[in-house]
Nanobody
Framework: QVQLVESGGGLVQPGGSLRLSCAAS????????MKWYRQAPEKERELVAT????????TYADSVKGRFTISRDNGKNTVYLQMNSLKPEDTAVYYC???????????WGQGTQVTVSS
């Protein structure tokens, strides 16, 4: 059974940091690209960061570039999102996603809430 379980969300003050984790099971984690998305209230889901199966060439949305870092540990089947210098506009539910082009596969976690507020 495929599972993606996010953790690490919570309430943080502006300028603070959080580290999200996503633990994967039920599929060959090391062969999937991993992504973090977020969705704020009344907004569309937004791609935040992507990391390839080997961990090379991470990419980021312009809104988080220089503040967020995506990483993965294939030995632990886990992907991380380190979020620094958080802003109120980063408030959203953050989702972990696993994707593969062939065969086509796309898995989602249940999401973790991040709230940035003073």
């Amino acid at each position: 059974q495929v599972q993606l379980v996010e953790s690490g969300g919570g309430l943080v003050q502006p300028g603070g940091s959080l580290r999200l984790s996503c633990a994967a099971s039920g599929f060959t984690f090391s062969t999937y690209a991993m992504k973090w998305y977020r969705q704020a209230p009344e907004k569309e889901r937004e791609l935040v960061a992507t990391i390839s199966s080997t961990g090379a060439t991470p990419t980021y949305a312009d809104s988080v570039k220089g503040r967020f870092t995506i990483s993965r540990d294939n030995g632990k089947n886990t992907v991380y999102l380190q979020m620094n210098s958080l802003k109120p506009e980063d408030t959203a539910v953050y989702y972990c996603n696993a994707t593969k082009l062939w065969p086509v596969r796309n898995y989602w976690g249940q999401g973790t809430q991040v709230t940035v507020s003073s």
